[in-house]
């Protein structure tokens, strides 16, 4: 068992990513549906995203990221003892996407198993993590995020086809020798919000059958404005408890990299929380809303940009179906 110290605290020691090679631009969109990039741009700050192959599927581009991860990390798989896989789009109900990935990496020696909750997967998983490494179950634990929304997603639909994108991030975890890591977390949910965004069919509640595929209901189904209102509220309350938890001020904030929903609720975040633009990490005019890989692949791309330095206090924040809500306050 790996032995609790006093004041120990849990770091990420690694990250990578993957997301596919096709790119789908606003312009490609317009002419799959009643759409224009200045409509797309203006309501989500998405310019474009990537979407997987007929062939890819979520633990493809789980295993992409994880195998980057443990590269960047110096790492072999042998080093890892759990992976944990954050998704909304598993690869098949059963068995789990982090046992597809098990398989991919060749890590028969682990345990594996999925967290679903939305897009504040990766930050479930992440304060998961914490527990497992401090209580000695863990020592190092492989943390991946993935979706391809693609395939769940209703190209029909304006509203939400302009959105989503596919990719996955991915991190490995141990437990820090230093005061970096893991200061505070918050977390919560509210299942009563459940019906303003999910998937109606394919579960045991609505099984698959061929009025369920006449009717679309195998796919995203959202009420955007309720959910603009929640997210900007509970993205905030999270936040705010989790810095309270650390006992930090918002002005200890260095970046604050929030959930990539769209660039309303960022911006509507940031300004609740007197976050100046230039401390807020934004990438979804690149990527879209690629759910749980969000926070990883921000947090892969300001680290080897440079952007983080020792000490740097990081505000990790997410908002997801469920409806489900967490931040991480984190010193790198």
């Not at 006093?6 to 990250?15: D, M």
């Not at 926070?295 to 179906?321: N, S």
Request: glycine content about 8%; proline content about 3%.
């Amino acid at each position: 068992m790996h032995k609790r110290e006093q004041g120990s605290r849990v770091k990420i020691v690694s990250t990578g990513f993957y997301a596919p090679e096709k790119v789908l631009t606003n312009a490609d969109l317009e002419k799959m549906v009643d759409t224009t990039d200045e409509w797309i741009v203006s309501r989500s700050g998405v310019k474009e995203r990537r979407i997987a192959s007929a062939e890819q599927a979520t633990s493809d581009l789980c295993i992409e990221a994880a195998r980057r991860a443990l590269r960047n990390g110096h790492f072999k798989v042998e080093d890892i003892d759990l992976i944990i896989v954050a998704t909304a789009s598993p690869d098949t109900i059963f068995p789990s996407t982090a046992c597809w990935v098990q398989e991919g990496l060749k890590a028969d020696h682990v345990a594996a198993f999925d967290i679903g909750a939305g897009c504040t997967g990766f930050l479930y998983g992440l304060i998961l993590a914490e527990s497992l490494i401090l209580s000695g179950v863990s020592k190092r634990i492989l943390l991946i995020g993935g979706e391809v929304l693609s395939k769940i997603t209703n190209w029909k639909d304006r509203a939400t086809c302009v959105l989503f994108g596919d990719a996955a991030g991915a991190a490995v975890l141990e437990e820090s020798r230093d005061d970096s890591g893991i200061l505070s977390h918050y977390w919560k949910a509210d299942g009563s919000l459940a019906g303003l965004l999910f998937q109606p069919a394919g579960g045991t509640r609505m099984p698959a059958s061929v009025q369920t595929v006449a009717g679309d209901l195998h796919y995203i189904q959202m009420k955007g404005n309720e959910v603009f209102k929640h997210a900007v509220k509970r993205m905030g309350e999270s936040a705010v408890e989790a810095l309270k938890r650390a006992g930090l001020r918002k002005e200890d904030i260095r970046w604050f990299i929030p959930h990539q929903a769209n660039t309303r609720i960022i911006d509507a975040t940031a300004e609740r929380l007197q976050v100046p633009p230039e401390k807020v990490y934004v990438n979804i005019q690149r990527y879209g809303n690629v759910s749980v890989a969000c926070i990883p692949i921000c947090l892969h791309e300001l680290h080897v940009a440079g952007k983080l330095k020792k000490g740097d206090i990081i505000l990790l924040d997410a908002f997801g179906a469920g409806f489900t809500w967490a931040a991480v306050a984190y010193r790198w």
